[in-house]
């Protein structure tokens, strides 16, 4: 294999690292520049006086080994030795009266379950399983199979496409909020507002539970991290180099055609490609001053909803949660009244344990998160006044310790760590644009690009391209893999190589 196209990569989120990797594979000399000292972007923890605080996983698309992006986790060394977990549901929603939503993985216990909780909603709560069933046909592990099976289910898939193609379409452009709205009782009503994001297109959870109920999205033990170093670990096994503490703060270009970065402390490199991994908006609009940004980019950035930020309460808690049943994204409950916190007002409190993972705290210790949507424009203020923005910071932590006691008696007493991330950490410790964890949202405005992905280019501007969440919709993880193994095969193909991954 000849080794010598030179390809700079910014950034070493989870896609910076896959583009850095399947580079390598297919013979191309890539160096990944990171602003800050550690591999994985928004797929990080962090530890707090002997506690662990997650910022991103929760489950693991392709965590099954039947399953097709279970073989790119494998060529991307993620999945190799990892044990996932499969919690039986995907959310507890305590009502205000004491009764309880369980979102179950199993379809026909959920079904049965939602039916007996609130039956004037039969018909749409058949809607929603329906739609479940929908989308679990392109959710069927199906690789360990024998080949009529194969053949059994590629033309049971095709047959879903010609036959439930409209309805899937339909639901696409059917937004959280609306399908939320179509409950009549007010609890599940609100247990699905809290469950899905308002814009977000409820297609997705449906395909959410369909992941789920294929036990095909299990929780990786040991959390976030430890992946991230597994990427950057197969990447520097292929011959790969990764520089840490560099900014990118320009892409050179010349005669419109990139030809190297600029670093922020002004030194230059120079290589034959420049791929951005990176936040979109700063690659775009700061890095390329917006030179190679047509109307139709502009729009995007204009209309499209990204992601709302976060606050998260991350605590260590000297107490096990024995009682609490294990689930995906973990478990909310009523508030005495209604409180306001940082910028909005809050009626309940969600809050995610992880005592399904040990490695997150010192035995018979807890470490929890308050994960709340906050708006990027009230931190981004604050934060020009340092000492008031660490002051709300503490004031929030105090106030969220506080609700929690209506929930867990005597918890104040056994806090043992406390941290708060704001959407100026995510903006800091990552560049995304407004502090968005996950790109674009998927809303009936852009839902076509399931169809027709993202372009990875940017229009006049040769050697240049971009991968990761701002050119895939949705984001996550997988996406973060696909966008740079499409990437790297079109890059093959322009350069007249074949396309090659193998496992590690
Ligand atoms: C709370 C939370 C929960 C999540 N849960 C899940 C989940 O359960 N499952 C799932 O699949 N996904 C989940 N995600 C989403 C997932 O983490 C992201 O979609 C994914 O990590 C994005 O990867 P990326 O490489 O595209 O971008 P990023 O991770 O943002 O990587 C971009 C990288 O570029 C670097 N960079 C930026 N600007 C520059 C510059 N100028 N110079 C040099 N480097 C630069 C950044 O430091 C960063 O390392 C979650 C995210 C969050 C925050």
Redesign the pocket.
């Given at each position: 294999m000849n080794n010598e196209k030179q390809a700079i990569i910014?950034?070493?989120?989870?896609?910076?690292l896959a583009a850095g990797i399947y580079g390598q594979m297919n013979g191309y000399k890539t160096t990944i520049?990171?602003?800050?000292d550690k591999?994985?972007?928004?797929?990080t923890s962090w530890k707090r006086k002997g506690y662990t605080v997650d910022?991103?996983?929760?489950?693991?698309?392709g965590s099954n080994p039947d399953s097709a992006m279970h073989d790119y986790w494998e060529e991307v060394g993620l999945i190799q030795g990892r044990e996932c977990i499969y919690m039986d549901s995907y959310m507890h929603y305590e009502c205000p009266d004491g009764r309880v939503i369980t979102f179950h993985r199993d379809i026909d216990r959920l079904e049965k379950h939602l039916i007996e909780f609130s039956p004037q909603d039969e018909a749409h709560i058949r809607r929603f399983i329906n739609g479940i069933k929908l989308s679990i046909p392109f959710n069927q592990p199906s690789k360990n199979v024998s080949f009529p099976e194969r053949v059994y289910k590629q033309l049971k898939l095709y047959s879903t496409f010609v036959t439930k193609g409209k309805q899937m379409q339909y639901w696409m452009k059917v937004t959280g909020k609306e399908f939320a709205d179509g409950f009549k009782d007010p609890d599940l009503r609100n247990a699905f507002s809290e469950m899905w994001i308002p814009e977000f297109s409820i297609l997705f959870m449906f395909f959410t539970f369909a992941y789920l109920s294929a036990k095909n999205a299990g929780y990786p033990l040991g959390g976030s991290m430890p992946m991230s170093k597994a990427l950057e670990e197969r990447y520097k096994a292929l011959g790969g180099t990764i520089v840490y503490n560099?900014?990118?703060?320009r892409i050179i270009t010349e005669n419109n055609k990139a030809s190297g970065i600029v670093l922020g402390d002004g030194k230059e490199y120079r290589s034959d490609i420049v791929i951005s991994?990176?936040?979109g908006y700063?690659t775009i609009f700061k890095?390329l001053d917006g030179r190679y940004a047509d109307d139709k980019i502009r729009d995007i950035y204009e209309k499209w909803i990204p992601f709302h930020p976060?606050l998260?309460v991350g605590l260590g808690v000297n107490r096990r949660f024995d009682e609490i049943p294990l689930s995906v994204s973990g478990f909310s409950f009523p508030l005495r009244e209604e409180v306001v916190i940082a910028d909005k007002k809050r009626s309940r409190l969600p809050v995610h344990l992880y005592h399904h993972d040990p490695s997150m705290a010192p035995e018979g210790h807890t470490t929890l998160t308050v994960?709340l949507e906050t708006n990027y424009e009230y931190w981004k203020e604050l934060h020009s006044d340092k000492k008031a923005y660490v002051s709300k910071k503490d004031e929030i932590s105090a106030q969220v310790i506080n609700l929690l006691e209506q929930r867990f008696p005597g918890i104040s007493s056994q806090v043992e760590m406390v941290d708060v991330a704001t959407p100026m950490t995510?903006e800091r410790?990552?560049?995304?644009w407004k502090g968005s964890?996950?790109?674009w949202l998927i809303t009936p405005e852009n839902s076509n690009t399931i169809m027709k992905p993202m372009s990875q280019t940017l229009p006049g501007l040769d050697n240049f391209y971009m991968?990761?969440?701002?050119v895939e919709p949705g984001?996550?993880?997988?996406?973060?893999i696909l966008?740079a193994r499409r990437l790297f095969k079109a890059i093959c193909k322009k350069d007249g190589r074949k396309f090659r991954a193998t496992k590690a």
């Amino acid at each position: 294999m000849n080794n010598e196209k030179q390809a700079i990569i910014i950034g070493a989120g989870f896609a910076g690292l896959a583009a850095g990797i399947y580079g390598q594979m297919n013979g191309y000399k890539t160096t990944i520049f990171e602003m800050h000292d550690k591999p994985g972007g928004l797929c990080t923890s962090w530890k707090r006086k002997g506690y662990t605080v997650d910022g991103c996983i929760h489950w693991l698309v392709g965590s099954n080994p039947d399953s097709a992006m279970h073989d790119y986790w494998e060529e991307v060394g993620l999945i190799q030795g990892r044990e996932c977990i499969y919690m039986d549901s995907y959310m507890h929603y305590e009502c205000p009266d004491g009764r309880v939503i369980t979102f179950h993985r199993d379809i026909d216990r959920l079904e049965k379950h939602l039916i007996e909780f609130s039956p004037q909603d039969e018909a749409h709560i058949r809607r929603f399983i329906n739609g479940i069933k929908l989308s679990i046909p392109f959710n069927q592990p199906s690789k360990n199979v024998s080949f009529p099976e194969r053949v059994y289910k590629q033309l049971k898939l095709y047959s879903t496409f010609v036959t439930k193609g409209k309805q899937m379409q339909y639901w696409m452009k059917v937004t959280g909020k609306e399908f939320a709205d179509g409950f009549k009782d007010p609890d599940l009503r609100n247990a699905f507002s809290e469950m899905w994001i308002p814009e977000f297109s409820i297609l997705f959870m449906f395909f959410t539970f369909a992941y789920l109920s294929a036990k095909n999205a299990g929780y990786p033990l040991g959390g976030s991290m430890p992946m991230s170093k597994a990427l950057e670990e197969r990447y520097k096994a292929l011959g790969g180099t990764i520089v840490y503490n560099s900014r990118v703060a320009r892409i050179i270009t010349e005669n419109n055609k990139a030809s190297g970065i600029v670093l922020g402390d002004g030194k230059e490199y120079r290589s034959d490609i420049v791929i951005s991994a990176a936040d979109g908006y700063c690659t775009i609009f700061k890095m390329l001053d917006g030179r190679y940004a047509d109307d139709k980019i502009r729009d995007i950035y204009e209309k499209w909803i990204p992601f709302h930020p976060l606050l998260i309460v991350g605590l260590g808690v000297n107490r096990r949660f024995d009682e609490i049943p294990l689930s995906v994204s973990g478990f909310s409950f009523p508030l005495r009244e209604e409180v306001v916190i940082a910028d909005k007002k809050r009626s309940r409190l969600p809050v995610h344990l992880y005592h399904h993972d040990p490695s997150m705290a010192p035995e018979g210790h807890t470490t929890l998160t308050v994960m709340l949507e906050t708006n990027y424009e009230y931190w981004k203020e604050l934060h020009s006044d340092k000492k008031a923005y660490v002051s709300k910071k503490d004031e929030i932590s105090a106030q969220v310790i506080n609700l929690l006691e209506q929930r867990f008696p005597g918890i104040s007493s056994q806090v043992e760590m406390v941290d708060v991330a704001t959407p100026m950490t995510f903006e800091r410790y990552t560049g995304n644009w407004k502090g968005s964890f996950e790109g674009w949202l998927i809303t009936p405005e852009n839902s076509n690009t399931i169809m027709k992905p993202m372009s990875q280019t940017l229009p006049g501007l040769d050697n240049f391209y971009m991968c990761g969440q701002w050119v895939e919709p949705g984001g996550g993880l997988p996406t973060g893999i696909l966008s740079a193994r499409r990437l790297f095969k079109a890059i093959c193909k322009k350069d007249g190589r074949k396309f090659r991954a193998t496992k590690a």
